[in-house]
């Protein structure tokens, strides 16, 4: 919300414009009137809603600017120049790029601050609830209501060392602000400090050792630009709103502030006197004039409209857009510097909407053609969902915000954080789902659900500087389960409780369902122990393991009350393919079915020995292991492994001399390659 004067906006304007009319062109042009108060000398306070991204809007000459282009009135942005004696000021000034888009600062010598402030300053300030403190004090917030840029000063006797360093906070210290109050920085504040120690919170308040009183003689102005986010963070976290905070916090016009130095300056030496010098100028080089192509086809397809190029410019002109028509199709649009809003062609788009007119826009009913396409990820996901039901999973959903300190726990470095968090339990966007998973349990098992098997589809974020939006978002599937399948009681004598060939089973199936093969490979993980990647298409489309409790007991300290395994999985959905089932009938001739206890290496794969076993006879239909055992007459590096294997053709039944010579060859195969045998 901001506030401002009828009577203000008028002299401004100098134009003879009825109350009701400015009304009108507010609401008309999206700046919503909340409230009016009338006040004795015929003047009214227009409260009006103003977006975060139309900073250009707190002050009064850009509501008037607003209200003139609509009106077709022309209004010369403003520009204020002084003199400045030759002497250099006395004071250094290091300047941190990264916070500070540009500073300017000048000193002014010799004032008589105890004169009486102008009676139509301290009435227009008094209107909106600011008290005249002095008459430096006052101009500053005056030109700060006027034409929005903020600016501090510094009651220069009281800056220690001659030098002055603006940076973010190092550490963190005590403060004393204007008010009074103690505040805690920390090493995210943005500070302005001389040798003595810091003398402004930069953007939002001064200390009390450096501020203008009336018996200041020497001051030093600065009108400054710092970066937005930083002042917001801060500002939030000191529960302080001012004048400059307000406005730092949304933008504020980089090119219009010398210009308002030199305006601070005038007012000044023409209320106070003193001579006026040593000007400081900074300006980042990143500061360039914003320009965007606007396509003429595309703007009338998106407004259903039909101007042409010149139109197009005549309407983006009345609000002091520059533009070069390139051609019939094409416009070169150089952006107001302090439009801080417009940052694509979308936004020219609407800016020429607004112009039109949308009252004059004709609406049109819609006459595409509709084709119903297929979401194949869609359709995965709802398989996925409908699968993981069945298997007996419960669906969470979390929040896709978790600690900033798991980010040296998840197995990437491309982290997404949250430049303003809505706490520091939520600061950094997950790149696995395991957080949002195991909170989960670690709070059902607090409220006395022991034995879960919970999923979530989510998704997870990754930095990509050379995306659009330089973040990608992924559609991932995890699934966490500990404690008892199956309980005891009702025949069944002890309970079972899940195991890692469980979560394998689950991730099996899910992949049978999709008719997409897999295989597992050893991976390094930071939290979880006997880790895989899930291989498929030579390329990871996920990852299982056994979940390390000790390494999230200082981020989820109940984690430590969960006594049993916790077996966690992972899939990238995007990378699932969805092959159909193609239906085959079995052979009708019956399979002859073969155990063999063979011992082996406990460094063989079975992926290799079934692989090895599968390849070698044609009709080998079907191998898989029914058990693995060790005892003390085997050495340690080996263990038995019990084998099935099904014989079967589809053309006839196998005779058992047949089979008998295949297995025999086969297990000679095995002992070559595997140093197989047959466990006595």
């Not at 401004?12 to 062109?25: A, P």
């Not at 108060?37 to 139309?54: F, P």
């Not at 000193?107 to 002095?134: A, M, Q």
Request: charged letters at 25%; aromatic letters at 10%; proline letters at 2%.
């Amino acid at each position: 919300m901001f506030a401002v004067s009828y009577k203000w906006i008028i002299e401004i304007l100098n134009k003879n414009i009825s109350f009701d009319e400015i009304l009108r062109v507010l609401n008309l042009q999206g700046f919503e009137v909340k409230s009016i108060d009338d006040l004795d000398d015929g003047d009214h306070i227009i409260t009006i809603e103003v977006k975060a991204n139309r900073p250009d809007m707190l002050s009064h000459f850009g509501v008037a600017r607003e209200i003139a282009s609509f009106l077709d009135i022309h209004l010369e942005e403003p520009t204020f120049d002084v003199n400045f004696d030759s002497d250099p000021c006395d004071i250094s000034i290091n300047i941190d790029s990264s916070i500070c888009d540009c500073y300017y600062s000048a000193c002014i010598n010799g004032i008589d601050n105890s004169v009486d402030t102008p009676e139509y300053i301290k009435h227009r300030l008094s209107i909106f609830g600011i008290d005249s403190i002095n008459p430096v004090v006052d101009i500053s917030n005056y030109v700060s209501i006027e034409y929005g840029q903020p600016s501090h000063i510094y009651d220069r006797d009281n800056i220690n060392g001659n030098c002055l360093s603006i940076y973010k906070n190092d550490k963190s210290e005590k403060f004393v602000s204007l008010a009074e109050k103690e505040l805690e920085l920390t090493s995210d504040d943005v500070v302005i400090k001389d040798s003595s120690g810091t003398v402004c919170v930069a953007g939002i308040i001064g200390s009390s050792r450096d501020s203008v009183s009336r018996s200041s003689k020497n001051i030093m102005i600065e009108s400054a630009v710092f970066s937005k986010i930083p002042i917001r963070m801060t500002s939030k976290r000191l529960k302080i709103s001012t004048l400059s905070s307000f406005r730092f916090e949304r933008g504020v016009d980089s090119w219009s502030s010398l210009s308002m130095l030199n305006l601070i300056c005038k007012k000044i030496q023409e209320i106070c006197g003193g001579k006026l010098f040593g000007l400081f100028k900074y300006k980042s080089d990143k500061l360039k004039q914003n320009k965007i192509d606007l396509r003429v086809d595309r703007s009338n397809n998106i407004l259903g409209i039909s101007l042409t190029a010149n139109e197009m410019v005549k309407y983006l002109n009345k609000y002091l857009f520059c533009c070069e028509v390139i051609d019939n199709n094409n416009i070169s649009v150089s952006i107001p510097s302090f439009r801080l809003d417009i940052e694509r062609e979308i936004d020219l788009i609407e800016e020429i909407a607004r112009s039109f007119g949308y009252d004059n826009i004709d609406p049109r009913n819609l006459c595409n053609d509709l084709v119903y396409r297929v979401n194949n990820l869609h359709e995965n996901i709802q398989k996925l969902r409908s699968l993981l039901v069945g298997f007996g999973f419960n669906e969470v959903i979390n929040y896709a915000f978790v600690p900033e300190s798991m980010a040296k726990l998840f197995d990437h470095t491309d982290h997404v954080i949250l430049q303003n968090p809505l706490s520091n339990l939520y600061s950094l966007m997950r790149t696995e789902m395991i957080y949002s998973l195991l909170s989960s349990l670690v709070y059902n098992y607090s409220i006395g659900n022991y034995d879960d098997s919970l999923s979530e589809i989510g998704r997870t974020y990754h930095k990509n500087d050379k995306s659009e939006t330089l973040v990608d978002e992924i559609d991932s599937l995890g699934f966490i389960i500990s404690g008892n399948k199956i309980n005891s009681g009702f025949g069944v004598t002890k309970s079972i409780k899940y195991n890692f060939y469980d979560l394998t089973s689950y991730i099996i199936n899910i992949f049978n369902e999709f008719n997409q093969q897999i295989e597992y490979k050893l991976k390094k993980s930071n939290y979880l122990e006997n880790s895989y990647d899930i291989i498929s298409n030579n390329e990871s489309v996920g990852f299982f393991g056994i979940v390390s409790k000790n390494k999230f007991t200082n981020i989820l300290p109940n984690v430590k009350l969960i006594k049993n395994e916790i077996l966690y999985c992972e899939l990238n959905i995007n990378k699932i393919k969805f092959d159909k089932k193609v239906m085959k009938f079995k052979s009708e001739f019956p399979s002859i079915v073969r155990q063999y206890n063979l011992i082996c290496k406990k460094t063989s794969s079975f992926k290799d020995i079934s692989k090895c076993i599968n390849s070698f006879n044609d009709s080998i239909n079907e191998v898989s292991v029914k058990d693995v055992y060790e005892d003390s007459k085997m050495s340690n590096d080996e263990h038995s492994l019990l084998i099935e294997i099904k014989y079967r053709l589809e053309s006839r039944t196998l005779s058992a001399e047949e089979v008998e010579k295949i297995e025999s060859d086969l297990l000679s195969n095995l002992s070559d390659k595997f140093g197989m045998r047959i466990k006595m």
